[in-house]
């Protein structure tokens, strides 16, 4: 029986310009779901190869599609849903009788609805009573986040619609690579491109930076975790010479004195030296900033995954309020967040100090607020718990967290220093991982719970914006195939948990909604009927509102309306590696095909034979020097690991620099080198600046290099053996 084919409008499943599409649905027909790009500001109908590909993963073989339970020779064996979560209770509720509530850990992801993420902070520490709950956005947007906290108030990644930057004029990029990252988003630079006054600040000639050349702007090009120094090096070049907005500093700011000393000691000779930028570019750059025409300074992982990301985030918004940029309606400065819920997964609670409406935990008011939403004493509300990196740590460890719930992220392989991270779960009591697929982190678990796709449910997403969007459910699950809603309901259920769990997404919503009144990101005015409507919904969105697309334009989210300039100094300099032998700095990325750990995009045949494995790009001189030539088997490696990956020789990375993708599992995983150092503010670890030796491995007999790269065409599987 063939049924009618149906539509939904939703949007990706991906990254968070959550590009609107349609879904059309035909079970009998050749392809069960198609994707169309559906007209929307931020991606005007365009969508990449990831968005157009995502609906084959709905139907694809590797799917999980019942409970399984590892057995004790290693092996998983297929369950009940009855009998997997009879067993997951009883072995929680042991755990907690055993060791104390908080030997039970959650690690959340920003991948998911904002349903699905405030329910599992009101799981973790109602149902399960822990506080050791954190999520994968620390890995991601936590800098930032902190820097736009204690510089304005609030932390909506970009406070502005992206349709603003159109009108642009210039546009300065720091550390992100959206024609590879978000490729639609590429179309809101064309103002700036056309005007000259592009600016892509990346250690590498990302396909990004490309996009200046040919008189469209400039390329600056500084050696890795060196952006803070050029930033105060732009902020002083932007004093001395007279470029500052005293007014605005004077009206709306407070603490540009300290900035400005921090700054003096930072003349452009001495920021070229550090920095490897020229004073030259220095000084057209701030310039170009400071023209009055409508000029934007954004920054991406590329400056903020750093063990001093919090401050070089901090110093790119006081070059921005220096200039009076921000809060203005016709310039500014914002973070591109990464993950489809980036910005919505901050907010509600999967934060260790957190709850919903981005309240502190530690807020007695706050407090008393969410315990009369979920009709709990405030006192059974846990305390602060530890952040992401500190939780991995904790794993199997005496006193530590010894039972472990993942929902939304491939730890194993996109953490830092993952060798530990493994050993940790591996070192677990009862590892729980809630995914589609058999990640390389559900290989780990002790249970797997298959849970609904993008597709397949309700709810909604808060974009790179600011704005809530709904997610429309386009076709039912498979059979065994639970949404992660239902999951904690039964849990919750089966633990004897204080508080209702509703399963029906809009329920979820609504509570949300009431549980973030009053709070700094406030959804109280909306609800899945009003998001029904197409309204463009910004938070703040107060009941009684209508939504804040631009944020500050009357002042700052502090009682005096003012925003902080906050001085930051540099730190990392004094150790930067001697470049001798094979030393070198990794600095690690994306690529357009992968999405993360890759757990989702090795498994859509279009995107892994385009990319098969992972590559390692080096400058020709520096190869040379090495021995080694394009498409040699290149080891890199230092203290805690080793991956092995062809050598892409090219001139679009610094001499001083080599570039991994992080998308990639087993002996080509790019985290097996990073380490778990983390910023002392975000608790972001550093995953843009590690220092490795790079070697020739093995050349590639010209006959064999044809052989694989054929194979790569089929994504056939290359083997080691092939190369050697
Ligand atoms: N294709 C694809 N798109 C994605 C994702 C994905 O995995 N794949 N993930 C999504 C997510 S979660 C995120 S967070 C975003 C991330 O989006 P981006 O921030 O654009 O991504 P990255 O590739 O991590 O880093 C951007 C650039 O920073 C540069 N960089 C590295 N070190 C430094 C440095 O010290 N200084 C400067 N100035 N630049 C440096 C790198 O060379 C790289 O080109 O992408 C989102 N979109
Ligand atoms: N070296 C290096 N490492 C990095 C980075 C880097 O630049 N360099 N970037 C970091 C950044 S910015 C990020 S965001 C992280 C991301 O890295 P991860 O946290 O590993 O993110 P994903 O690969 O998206 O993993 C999501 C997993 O959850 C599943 N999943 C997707 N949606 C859902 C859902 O709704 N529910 C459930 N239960 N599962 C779901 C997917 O199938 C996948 O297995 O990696 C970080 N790691
Ligand atoms: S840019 Fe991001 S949201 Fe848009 S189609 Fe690509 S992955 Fe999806
Ligand atoms: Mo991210």
């Given amino acids: 029986m063939s049924a009618a084919p149906a539509a939904a409008d939703t949007h990706c499943p991906y990254c968070a310009l959550q590009c609107a599409m349609s879904l059309t649905v035909s079970p009998s027909g050749p392809t069960p779901v198609t994707v169309a790009g559906r007209a929307f500001p931020t991606n005007r109908g365009g969508l990449c190869k990831k968005g157009w590909t995502s609906a084959e993963l709905l139907g694809s073989a590797g799917r999980v599609l019942q409970p399984l339970v590892r057995r004790p020779d290693g092996g998983f064996d297929e369950a009940s849903w009855d009998a997997a979560l009879d067993l997951i209770a009883d072995r929680l509720r042991d755990s907690r009788a055993r060791f104390g509530a908080d030997s039970v850990g959650v690690f959340g992801g920003g991948g998911l609805t904002n349903e699905k993420a405030y329910q599992l902070g009101k799981f973790a520490r109602l149902a399960l009573g822990t506080s050791r709950i954190d999520y994968n956005g620390r890995f991601c947007m936590s800098s930032a986040a902190a820097a736009g906290n204690r510089a304005f108030g609030a932390d909506r990644g970009l406070p502005f619609p992206v349709e603003d930057l159109d009108a642009a004029t210039t546009i300065l990029l720091l550390g992100s690579n959206v024609a590879a990252t978000m490729p639609p988003f590429i179309a809101h630079l064309a103002g700036a491109r056309a005007a000259g006054g592009l600016i892509v600040c990346d250690p590498r000639r990302s396909s990004t930076a490309r996009l200046t050349e040919d008189g469209a702007g400039i390329h600056l090009q500084p050696a890795p975790g060196t952006d803070l120094i050029l930033l105060l090096g732009l902020t002083h070049i932007v004093i001395t010479e007279g470029l500052a907005d005293i007014g605005y500093l004077e009206s709306r700011t407070t603490g540009f004195d300290a900035v400005r000393r921090s700054a003096n000691v930072w003349w452009p000779e001495r920021v070229q030296a550090a920095t490897g930028v020229p004073v030259a570019q220095l000084r057209a750059v701030a310039r170009r900033l400071a023209d009055g025409r409508g000029s934007y300074i954004l920054t991406g992982r590329g400056v903020e995954q750093h063990v001093d990301g919090t401050d070089t985030a901090t110093a790119a918004i006081n070059l921005a309020l220096v200039l009076g940029l921000v809060g203005t309606g016709r310039s500014g400065y914002g973070t591109l967040t990464g993950q489809g819920n980036g910005q919505g997964g901050r907010e509600h609670g999967q934060k260790c100090d957190q709850l919903p409406g981005y309240r502190k935990i530690t807020d007695p008011s706050a407090r008393a607020h969410v315990a009369g939403v979920w009709g709990v004493d405030a006192a059974v509300i846990p305390g602060p718990g530890v952040p992401a990196v500190e939780l991995l740590a904790e794993l199997g460890r005496a006193g530590g967290v010894r039972c472990l719930l993942v929902h939304g992220s491939n730890v194993v392989v996109s953490a830092p220093d993952v060798s530990a991270v493994r050993a940790g779960l591996e070192a677990l009591d009862l590892l729980v991982v809630c995914d589609f697929f058999l990640s390389e982190t559900a290989l780990l678990a002790d249970v797997v719970l298959p849970v609904t796709q993008w597709a397949e449910e309700e709810g909604t997403m808060t974009s790179l914006e600011g704005r809530v969007l709904r997610r429309q459910r386009a076709l039912d699950a498979p059979a065994g195939v639970r949404s992660e809603l239902w999951i904690m309901a039964e849990l919750a259920r089966r633990l004897d948990a204080p508080s209702t769990y509703s399963t029906v997404p809009s329920e979820v919503f609504d509570e949300l909604a009431r ?106 001189a520096t190869a040379a020097r090495l021995g080694i030539v394009d498409g040699d088997i290149a080891s890199i490696s230092n203290a805690r690991g080793t991956v092995e990956a062809m050598a892409e020789v090219t001139i679009n990375i610094r001499h001083d620099t080599v570039f991994l993708p992080f998308h990639y599992a087993g002996s080509q995983c790019a985290n097996l080198l990073t380490e778990a150092a983390v910023d002392p503010v975000s608790a972001m670890p550093e995953f843009k600046r590690t220092v490795v030796t790079v070697a020739a491995l093995r050349a590639v007999p010209a006959v064999v290099a044809g052989a694989a790269a054929a194979a790569a065409g089929t994504g056939a599987v290359i083997e080691e053996s092939e190369y050697v």
Wanted: hydrophobic share 40%.
């Fill in 515 to 620: 549980a973030s009144a009053g709070g700094i990101a406030d959804y109280s005015g909306l609800s899945h009927a009003l998001l029904d409507t197409g309204a463009a919904a910004y938070w703040p969105f107060a009941a009684g509102t209508r939504g804040t697309p631009r944020l500050f334009l009357d002042g700052f989210a502090f009682p005096d309306r003012r925003a902080r300039l906050i001085a930051v100094y540099p730190r990392i300099n004094a150790d930067a590696p001697a470049q001798v032998g094979g030393v070198l700095t990794l600095i690690t990325g994306r690529l357009l095909e992968h999405y993360q750990s890759g757990a989702q995009t090795r498994r859509v045949p279009e995107l892994i034979n385009a990319r098969p494995e992972a590559t390692v790009q080096i400058h020709p």
